[in-house]
């Protein structure tokens, strides 16, 4: 069975420090999606990443992708307050026989960042 | 740009009801999906589209029907509800199949059934 596993599933950081989401898979993929969503909120995309190595950044958030390891960092920076929000990963599989995608989400790690 | 629009956003329903959730998007993709996301969970694929007139089952299809007359348009049906589809569903969209410009999703609707 496939599974995308994220850790951990709750963080609570202090403003200011630094801290990494780690999503682990275990079926081959190279296309890789970072979410976030709001409480009662719709999911905003964050990244995307479509190869082996792949590293994208946006302000204090910085993913990365090891195909090889079946491994995708968030890295979050100097933690604002603002970041508060559940962050899904999701590995994009191939149906079988098939071209089309299908995202498998990991459970989402709650994170809360206080003052 | 409205995107993916999902109505209604809220719904109670009893036991052995039905009803439509409905999906929109103007982005003529291709590619749409529905999705339902279970308390502190992960959203899960009900079905999906990949285009007018194709549907297909996700991972959690039991209890659900889709039909996709037009691009615009992929109306989820739920035709006995049971308290196991309580949750939020999410409408996407893609324009490619593998959505490697990113999916977009709706607002969601949360359903209770009581």
């Known amino acids: 069975e496939l599974k995308v596993e994220q850790n951990p599933l709750f963080l609570s950081m202090q403003e200011g420090k630094n801290y990494t989401i780690y999503c682990n898979y275990s079926?081959?993929?190279?296309?890789l999606y970072w979410y976030r969503q709001d409480p009662g909120k719709s999911l905003e995309s964050l990244f995307v990443?479509?190869?082996?190595?792949a590293v994208k950044q946006e302000g204090r958030l910085m993913a990365s992708l090891d195909t090889k390891a079946r491994l995708s960092t968030l890295h979050i920076t100097a933690a604002v307050h603002d970041l508060s929000a559940t962050y899904f990963c999701?590995?994009?599989?191939?149906?079988?026989?098939?071209?089309?995608?299908?995202?498998?989400f990991g459970k989402g790690t709650k994170l809360s960042v206080k003052p | 740009n409205a995107g993916v629009t999902q109505t209604p956003k809220f719904r109670i329903l009893k036991i052995g009801q039905s009803m439509t959730l409905q999906c929109a998007q103007d982005?003529?993709?291709?590619?749409m999906y529905w999705y339902r996301q279970d308390p502190g969970m992960g959203l899960k694929l009900i079905y999906y589209?990949?285009?007018?007139?194709?549907?297909d089952k996700g991972e959690v299809p039991n209890g659900y029907n889709v039909s996709r007359s037009t691009t615009e348009d992929f109306p989820l049906r739920l035709e006995l509800a049971a308290p196991s589809q309580t949750s939020v569903y999410f409408c996407?969209?893609?324009?490619?199949?593998?959505?490697?410009?990113?999916?977009?999703f709706g607002s969601g609707t949360r359903l209770t059934v009581v």
């Open positions: 996407a969209s893609s324009y490619t199949s593998t959505g490697g410009d990113g999916y977009t």
């Open positions: 079926t081959t993929s190279d296309r």
């Open positions: 990443l479509l190869s082996n190595g």
């Open positions: 982005m003529n993709h291709n590619y």
């Open positions: 999701a590995v994009d599989i191939r149906r079988s026989g098939g071209s089309q995608g299908n995202l498998i």
């Open positions: 589209s990949v285009g007018a007139g194709i549907t």
